[in-house]
């Protein structure tokens, strides 16, 4: 069974920096695309980015390009977001989630991580 | 591509049929998927390729379009369908977007 395990929620101050997780098992980890997706509170779904965690290729969305990283550790099968200086503005649930295949939609889904950055 | 649903919120009386739009802003072709959140829940695969049903997925749930215009159907309504329901369009890889969701109320 495919599943795809996301670490805890965070709370950070503005101008830390933080690294979140997503562990991925079931499947071959490096040959599967991972997207993550950012839902502000009470808005809707945003595409971030995705890698491939083979070669680790990453695209991001023009909207979080600069803003965030992506990058994954195939040993580990785990894949991560991180920000090097937070703002009150990332505070959001952020989800990982599988691509089966390059192009589809992803199907296998993490139970996301509730970033929360205040002073 | 910009992914534009209506209505934002639909309220449909248990049994009813539910309908939901999904328009693109340029050609999609089929790659069209549909999601389903639960309050408190990550998102869930319904649809891809407009029309197909994921594992799992019961047979009220149906996709049909092509194109720019895209909708969703809830033949029987249950009570279990609350949620909100989000269009993805997955034709300009890796720039996948969302449209911005439509909350489906129990009457």
């Known amino acids: 069974e495919v599943q795809m395990v996301q670490s805890g929620a965070e709370v950070k101050k503005p101008g830390e920096s933080l690294k979140i997780s997503c562990g991925g098992s079931g499947y071959s980890f490096s040959r599967h695309w991972i997207a993550w997706v ?10 971030m980015g995705v890698i491939y965690p083979g070669d680790s290729d990453t695209t991001y969305s023009p909207s979080f390009q600069g803003q965030v990283t992506i990058s994954a550790d195939k040993s580990i099968s785990t894949a991560y977001l991180q920000w090097s200086s937070l703002k009150a503005s990332d505070s959001a ?4 989630a599988r691509l089966s295949v390059r ?12 970033v929360t950055v205040s002073s | ?41 990550a998102p869930r695969l319904l649809i891809s390729g407009a029309s197909t049903r994921a594992t799992g997925i019961p047979t009220r749930f149906s996709g049909s379009g092509s194109g720019t215009e895209f909708t969703l159907t ?27 969701g439509t909350k489906l109320e129990i009457k």
Do not use: H
């Not at chain 2, 328009?23 to 549909?34: F, G, H, I, K």
């Not at chain 2, 809830?74 to 911005?100: H, K, M, N, R």
């Open chain 1, 38 to 47: 950012r839902q502000l509170p009470g808005k809707g779904l945003e595409w």
């Open chain 1, 93 to 96: 649930l952020y989800y990982c």
């Open chain 1, 103 to 114: 192009g589809d939609p992803p199907e296998d889904w993490g139970q996301g991580t509730l």
């Open chain 2, 1 to 41: 591509i910009v992914m534009t649903q209506s209505p934002a919120t639909l309220s449909v009386s248990p049994g009813e049929r539910a309908t939901l739009s999904c328009r693109a802003s340029q050609n999609v072709n089929y790659n069209l998927a549909w999601y389903q959140q639960k309050p408190g829940q």
């Open chain 2, 74 to 100: 809830i033949s029987s309504l249950q009570s279990e369908d609350l949620a909100v329901y989000y269009c993805q369009q997955y034709s300009d890889w890796p720039l996948y977007t969302f449209g911005q």
